[in-house]
């Protein structure tokens, strides 16, 4: 689950069924952030029970379950303010991981909301994933518009897309040799986009038309990760943008580029897209 507010169903007059209010999702990951520094650093809930609880259908059940397995681990619970539900994505990962990916979002969103307020942007984050990676950020605009943003840090080190391998790299200064970036954005990205039209059609407007709607993928390095440059054919244009198009041969790509670019190549896209249209 994401944070959102959910507005009046009855609405009919909204594009999308259910409005979100940017700055309470943001005040939502900040609370969230105070939370997790309660949480003992050695505290990580194991892969396999993590993916266990996923698939369990019934909310109820599965708050029951994390309660449960914080109660066994000593962690206190009741000082948590935060719904287990936008919690229980982060639980998985270490303290400083989980933390620093909340400390990411929050200032990514705060950057977004002042720039796009007057163009109706709407954003939730951490939208869990029944076997994958929680999906760290959506974007919706009017007209129907959606980003999906997979946020990345790889340490001091250059990320580099290898064409001939159809594989993402990470490449320190230090070490001429390449190490794989094991969970490819790509394919990640890909799974959950389509767990998401299935499963989360509201946020997309709620018809199956509007779920069936493209929209794009980005990764995002931050910083002290850095996109490497690649051959010029690689790139693509969208206005003073020029950004790396990462393609599969076997279908899907994604947008990749540094976390000082998001908010300008977010704007030159939206402009490329309402001219052709």
Excluded at 228 to 237: D, N, P, S
């Amino acid at each position: 689950m994401s944070v959102a507010v959910v507005g009046d169903k009855s609405d009919t007059k909204r594009e999308y069924p259910e409005p979100i209010d940017n700055q309470e999702v943001i005040r939502g990951l900040e609370l969230a952030l105070q939370d997790l520094e309660k949480i003992p650093e050695d505290f990580v809930i194991p892969k396999d029970v993590h993916l266990e609880i996923r698939k369990i259908e019934s909310q109820e059940e599965k708050t029951k379950r994390i309660m449960e397995i914080l109660e066994a681990a000593g962690v206190d619970s009741s000082v948590c303010h935060t719904p287990l539900s936008l919690l229980f994505p982060l639980l998985g990962w270490r303290q400083g991981v989980r933390c620093e990916k909340v400390r990411r979002l929050v200032a990514l969103m705060k950057e977004l909301d002042a720039a796009f307020k007057d163009q109706g942007l709407e954003m939730t984050a951490l939208v869990e994933h029944p076997t994958n990676e929680p999906v760290d950020l959506l974007l919706r605009f009017p007209g129907k518009h959606f980003f999906l943003l997979c946020i990345r840090s790889y340490g001091d080190a250059e990320v580099v897309f290898d064409e001939k391998r159809q594989q993402f790299f990470q490449r320190k200064d230090n070490n001429k040799g390449r190490r794989n970036i094991l969970l490819d954005p790509i394919s990640t990205s890909m799974l959950q986009m389509i767990w998401l039209k299935k499963h989360y059609r509201p946020f997309f407007g709620g018809t199956a038309d509007a779920a069936n709607r493209p929209f794009a993928r980005i990764l995002v390095i931050w910083k002290p990760s850095r996109l490497a440059q690649h051959r010029e054919e690689l790139y693509q244009t969208f206005g003073s943008v020029r950004v790396l198009s990462a393609r599969y041969e076997k279908g899907g790509s994604v947008f990749v580029l540094n976390r000082e670019d998001v908010v300008k190549f977010v704007k030159e896209f939206l402009a490329s897209r309402t001219k052709k249209e």
